[in-house]
């Protein structure tokens, strides 16, 4: 009965690089959101996607950064051409959520991002 | 957008005491859930909240979701050094896409 995965949890990348973060919902759950917390501060939605579906992006940047959920493996966020103000913990939870319905999400531990 | 205010920012107390800590909006949610974060982990869900008026226990930690449903606190009693963490707040709003917005945290440290 595994949780929420997330790999890597630590990915150093040199500007200019691409960062791929990998999250793996818990088993059954076909709704997943990823967030960002950088140092001393809440996360900030990003983006909410089922199965080969976006269904919200409103808190992606307009640049560098993509978020997919494919039928078979796990959600991936891209992260083009790192700058070092990509630097931050981003955390994916997933959720049995069915439409209309207010189910809390489970956490993965993150994968922290430093560009260098 | 959505914003919560989650306070006090810190506290710093003796085992033993009781802790309380409060998030406010000028928007309604329709859910509020508390989490805990360990140093280099993820949120853990620690109460959901889905009633305006609702008052929900988990062991020695009660929180409320306010009759306005802009408010929500959670009460710590008896506290314990392994509740050393950051709390967070977070609201889930009318959007229904499940898209949680969370307080600024609450770092709380206990003092043996």
């Known amino acids: 009965n595994a949780g929420v995965m997330q790999n890597p949890r630590h990915l150093v990348r040199r500007r200019g690089q691409e960062a791929r973060l990998r999250c793996s919902p818990m088993?059954?759950?076909?709704?997943v959101y990823w967030y960002r917390q950088l140092p001393e501060e809440g996360l900030k939605f990003m983006v909410y996607?089922?199965?080969?579906?976006?269904?919200?992006e409103s808190g992606m940047p307009k640049e560098r950064f993509s978020a997919e959920f494919p039928k078979e493996g796990p959600s991936i966020l891209r992260i083009q051409q790192v700058v070092r103000g990509d630097s931050a913990a981003y955390f994916c939870?997933?959720?049995?959520?069915?439409?209309?319905?207010?189910?809390?999400?489970?956490f993965g531990q993150g994968t922290r991002l430093t560009v260098v | 957008g959505q914003q919560l205010n989650q306070s006090p920012q810190s506290m710093f107390i003796q085992e033993g005491e009781d802790v309380s800590m409060n998030c406010t909006s000028s928007?309604?949610?329709?859910?509020w859930l508390w989490y805990k974060q360990d140093p280099g982990e993820g949120p853990v869900l620690l109460i959901a909240l889905y009633k305006a008026g609702e008052l929900t226990s988990n062991g020695r930690l009660t929180a409320q979701f306010g009759i306005t449903r802009k408010d929500s606190f959670l009460n710590i009693s008896a506290s314990i050094p392994s509740d050393v963490g950051i709390y967070f707040c977070a609201g889930l709003g009318s959007s229904n896409t499940g898209k949680l917005i969370f307080g600024q945290g609450t770092t709380l440290q206990v003092k043996p």
């Open positions: 996607l089922q199965k080969e579906n976006i269904i919200d």
């Open positions: 928007s309604i949610f329709n859910t």
């Open positions: 088993k059954g759950h076909s709704h």
């Open positions: 939870a997933s959720s049995p959520r069915d439409r209309g319905v207010n189910t809390e999400a489970f």
